[in-house]
């Protein structure tokens, strides 16, 4: 099973954005999902403050700044 976690903050118009996307896909799907601030953790906000929204797929990063919904759906289908 897939796991998609959404790095973002508090305020971040983009984490709204890729918060609608990703609730969508993972609802349809059937794929679980978390979000995590970076203001949670400084390695977080240090490593990913410049890229938020961070979408992280079974831990490994697969976007930022937007989730694009056609390219998180073929990255669930093909990842085994």
Same mark, same amino acid.
């Given at each position: 099973?897939?796991?998609?976690?959404? $790095? !973002?903050k #508090?305020?971040?118009h983009?984490?709204d =954005?890729?918060?609608?996307?990703?609730?969508?896909v993972?609802? @349809? $799907? !059937?794929? #679980?999902?978390?979000?995590?601030?970076? =203001?949670?953790?400084?390695?977080?906000?240090?490593?990913?403050? @410049?890229?938020?929204?961070?979408?992280?797929?079974?831990?490994?990063?697969?976007?930022f700044?937007r989730?694009?919904?056609?390219?998180?759906?073929?990255?669930?289908?093909?990842?085994?």
């Open positions: 099973m897939h796991r998609i976690t959404l $790095l !973002g #508090p305020g971040c983009l984490c =954005d890729a918060r609608a996307v990703i609730a969508r993972a609802g @349809e $799907l !059937g794929v #679980p999902w978390e979000e995590v601030s970076i =203001d949670s953790s400084e390695e977080l906000r240090e490593k990913y403050w @410049e890229m938020i929204p961070v979408t992280l797929i079974d831990g490994v990063q697969h976007d700044w989730v694009d919904e056609a390219r998180l759906r073929a990255a669930l289908a093909s990842r085994t």
